[in-house]
């Protein structure tokens, strides 16, 4: 079994910043892919970002600019940062990973994002 547990979430202030981090564990032979989605209230869930085993960050189009991915590659953890937060970046952040070879996935639980004045 993997284990993914994702931390950061809570209250954050408009404008200010986040930074969630991602922690993957259990038994894999190695990371293939992780990746940061969001699902905001009343919406489907949506890619922000992936990193692949070795490369740089990948974002969704209408992402990019907007969010920093980086990995901790010793550690198996990703991170996720966004700056100057607007209430669109409201919701629920999950983590996923893909490992062995891109053969199995799973998914964090969620930590959610709510966004205050």
């Known amino acids: 079994q993997v284990q993914l547990v994702e931390s950061g979430g809570g209250l954050v202030r408009l404008g200010g910043s986040l930074r969630l981090s991602c922690e993957v564990s259990?038994?894999?032979?190695?990371?293939?892919?992780m990746d940061w989605h969001r699902q905001a209230p009343g919406k489907q869930r949506e890619l922000i970002g992936y990193?692949?085993?070795?490369?740089?960050?990948i974002f969704a189009p209408s992402m990019k600019g907007r969010f920093t991915v980086s990995k901790d590659s010793a550690k198996n953890i990703l991170y996720l940062q966004r700056d100057s937060l607007q209430p669109e970046d409201t919701g629920v952040y999950y983590c996923?990973?893909?490992?062995?070879?891109?053969?199995?996935?799973?998914w964090g639980q969620g930590t959610q994002v709510t966004l205050s004045s």
């Open positions: 996923k990973v893909v490992t062995d070879r891109f053969t199995r996935v799973f």
């Open positions: 259990g038994d894999f032979s190695e990371i293939s892919r």
């Open positions: 990193v692949l085993s070795g490369g740089p960050a």
